[in-house]
């Protein structure tokens, strides 16, 4: 039977205390000196520092041995949840990196990390043969105290540059994802020095073994998650994604992935949140990933756990050991030579690698903090007996003082540094694809059955959505397995293009794959005189997935077109109003008219109104629908239509304005499309349940029912 060891009611009681506690200051400190400019990590270490016995134990022991007393279980219980943060603070991390970016930079990765490195260990061993023997613990001998002071200025804390580099929003720059991927390397690397000197103290020998094995064993790890982890993730969120498995389940996958893998880098003798960062990485990158899950997990992580790890992390502190005069100096020696170690090594890297000057010291700036792991390590050393309090003070007080200096020195850095050319094209692409509402690099179901209208489908997925954009062709109906696609392949050229072959009843299965962790469903409409009527897919698509669709009805005369004609579209029409929909098939639109270099049109429709006798108007009738002209412009038209300008000239449309007063918006849009010979019109749309059907609106059913240009129709979920 287990034994479990039951705190009692007091400890249960300091328990809770000290969690409210330290999460009230360290909020509250973080939010303070993100008011001024710092990042609220800075603002979390501190309140360990007010809270510990540098501080408040000195201005209230009394109370400082209350809520902190010196019990093993009670620290183990604290220690628990902030590592459990640290941990799922890396899994958020994992979620932004961009391995894609970091392979494009592998060359500049492997010379920072490898000067962070050398530099940094080589003033460690120089250091810690010069330190005075007050510094050295008891039972330690000097080389081990040296070598240990050594790991301790190659690390960098991979959890604060991860929370610096978010919070003054340099993730996504290029020295962001290589200081994330130079600070992994550091940790990993450094980590297996750490278990290499740990067993030189606790046996006076090096374990060889230990140390193989460590390194086999992490070698073996980080290629099974590179062969066959991804493929393992998908298939389990693919198939949490069928059975519809509710958030909360979600979010206990990704924790119990991350803690799962912390588990096994841990037992290989690397840090459990090296496994952690891997299973972000992981989930992050899984077509079948749910990014509420990723936001739900970044709040919780961001808002409670992560300050409590941070503010733990600062309670070991105690500055007062710095009143002596040499353990003051040598704090100073030890916090310039990490600085000046770790800043040149990374230059002198930067430099072999061909990057700017003003990049690689960017990249020793970030790396240099050292943060709360390094805490993690001084705290091994004094277990060891390697370290004594008053080198144990100094080792803490570089690490908080290294995390504090990098937030101002990198913002100084960057004041004015936009980053090269295509730097500055590929962050304002990213900004433009986040606010967007379909034009997003996201996964896109196109069901087909290999007609005309897929054709056309396929052209308008490929022209006016990114290129990354990965695209699933779901081949549907009885006869899926013999059905010839290939001329809808072609037509999405070199984009990643999957196809699904399913047989029977196509409108289940199409809603069945939407589920499957796609972003937009695109799929055909018959180019019939009837062509008002949607289909079954469509339908399906429409009414059954909460995803947005886009609808495309080819132009009536394509019907007998050859597979060989690919669409080409020269003056695209784009109705606009103040409706989502509307800006939907505005970012459609434009993204497709900058990759045909057609011509756009933007139309906006406003109802007539009661001019006067001054005015003139002309009244003409267009099959059963009332045009008027009038001479007056409405002027909420031409500011929605000034912004749909603007965005397309910056990706550099041609592009034409058209406003009329009309009692029929369906009437002017085909009248238009007449008038100015356009060959598509793209247009947003409502769906309406009309008795378990699918209504999209009089507009559009008149778009449909009178024009001959192809259409496509934008169709959102409701928020």
């Known amino acids: 039977m287990l034994s479990f060891i039951q705190p009692t009611e007091h400890q249960v009681l300091v328990f809770l205390v000290q969690i409210v506690v330290l999460l009230a200051v360290a909020r509250l400190l973080g939010q303070l000196c993100r008011s001024i400019g710092q990042p609220s990590v800075v603002g979390e270490l501190a309140a360990g520092v007010i809270l510990g016995p540098s501080i408040l134990g000195q201005v209230a022991p009394e109370v400082f041995v209350w809520i902190f007393p010196g019990d093993a279980v009670q620290s183990g219980m604290l220690f628990t949840v902030g590592w459990v943060g640290v941990m799922l603070l890396l899994v958020v991390t994992g979620f932004e990196t961009d391995l894609t970016l970091i392979s494009r930079l592998g060359r500049a990765a492997f010379w920072v990390t490898a000067g962070s490195l050398v530099l940094p260990f080589a003033f460690g061993l ?84 230990s140390l193989v094995t460590t390194v086999i064993g992490l070698f073996v790890f980080l290629a099974i998650a590179a062969a066959v982890g991804q493929r393992i993730i998908d298939a389990v969120l693919q198939a949490m994604r069928r059975r519809d498995v509710g958030l909360g389940g979600w979010a206990t996958m990704s924790i119990a992935l991350a803690l799962g893998l912390g588990a096994i880098t841990q037992a ?15 989930l992050g990158r899984s077509r079948f990933a749910r990014h ?110 290294t995390s504090v200096m990098a937030p101002p020195l990198l913002r100084l850095l960057v004041r004015g540094w936009a980053g090269s050319p295509e730097e500055q094209a590929r962050l304002k692409r990213e900004e433009q694809l986040a606010a967007n509402l379909l034009h997003k690099p996201g996964r896109i179901l196109l069901p087909t059955r290999g007609g005309v209208a897929s054709r056309y489908v396929a052209a308008i997925v490929n022209g006016g959505f990114p290129h990354e954009a990965p695209v699933t062709l779901m081949v549907v109906g009885d006869d899926a397995r013999s059905t010839d696609i290939s001329a809808v392949t072609h037509l999405l050229g070199d984009r990643n293009v999957e196809q699904v072959r399913i047989g029977g009843d196509p409108t289940r299965s199409v809603v069945a794959q939407s589920m499957l962790g796609f972003d937009v469903v695109a799929s055909g409409m018959a ?83 009661d001019t006067g006798p001054v005015r003139r108007i002309i009244r003409t009738t267009l099959r059963s629908h009332e045009r008027i002209v009038a001479s007056y412009a409405d002027p909420v038209g031409e500011r929605l239509i000034d912004a749909a300008e603007r965005t397309a000239r910056e990706n550099g449309i041609d592009v ?24 598509l019109v793209i247009l947003g749309v409502e769906v309406q349940d009309a008795a378990g059907e699918p209504f999209l609106g009089q507009t559009a059913e008149v778009v449909l029912s009178n024009s001959d240009a192809a259409v496509a129709l934008v169709a959102l979920p409701s928020r």
Request: charged content about 15%; hydrophobic content about 55%.
């Open 126 to 209: 120089l250091g810690g043969v010069l330190a005075p023997d007050s510094l050295v613990g008891l039972e330690a001998d000097r080389g081990v105290f040296a070598l240990f002071l050594a790991t301790a200025l190659t690390i960098s804390s991979l959890p604060v540059i991860a929370k610096i580099l978010t919070e003054l929003r340099l993730l996504r720059r290029n020295f962001g994802q290589l200081t994330l991927a130079c600070g992994m390397a550091n940790d990993v690397i450094g980590w297996v020095l750490l278990g290499l000197i740990a067993g030189l103290a606790s046996s006076g020998r090096l374990e060889l073994r």
């Open 527 to 609: 180019p019939t005189p009837d062509s008002a009527r949607l289909g079954p897919i469509s339908s399906a698509a429409l009414m059954g997935s909460q995803l947005p669709v886009v609808l495309v009805r080819p132009p009536r005369a394509a019907a007998g077109s050859r597979p060989s004609d690919a669409p080409r579209f020269r003056r695209i029409l784009l109705p606009v109003s103040a409706a989502r929909p509307s800006r939907a098939a505005a970012e459609l639109a434009i993204g497709l008219a900058a990759t045909m270099r057609a011509t756009l049109h933007l139309l906006h429709v406003s109802a007539p109104r």
């Open 268 to 282: 290989l003798g690397v840090e459990a949140v090296l496994g952690a960062f891997i299973g972000g990485i992981l």
């Open 656 to 679: 034409r304005r058209v406003l009329v007063n009309h009692q029929s918006r369906g009437g002017a849009i085909v009248e238009a499309v007449d008038e100015h010979h356009c060959d």
């Open 292 to 401: 509420d899950v990723e936001e739900h997990l970044e709040t919780v992580t961001v808002s409670f756990l992560a300050p409590i790890f941070f503010a733990t992390a600062g309670l070991r502190v105690d500055i007062s050991l710095l009143a002596d005069p040499e353990i003051l100096m040598w704090t100073f020696i030890v916090i310039v030579l990490a600085t000046a170690s770790k800043f040149l090594g990374s230059m002198f890297g930067a430099r072999i690698a061909g990057l700017e000057r003003r990049e690689g010291m960017a990249l020793g700036t970030a790396l240099n903090a050292r943060g709360a792991l390094e805490i993690v390590i001084a705290t091994v050393g004094l277990s060891l007996g390697v370290l004594n309090d008053a080198s144990y003070a100094i080792v803490v007080v570089m690490a908080i003082v």
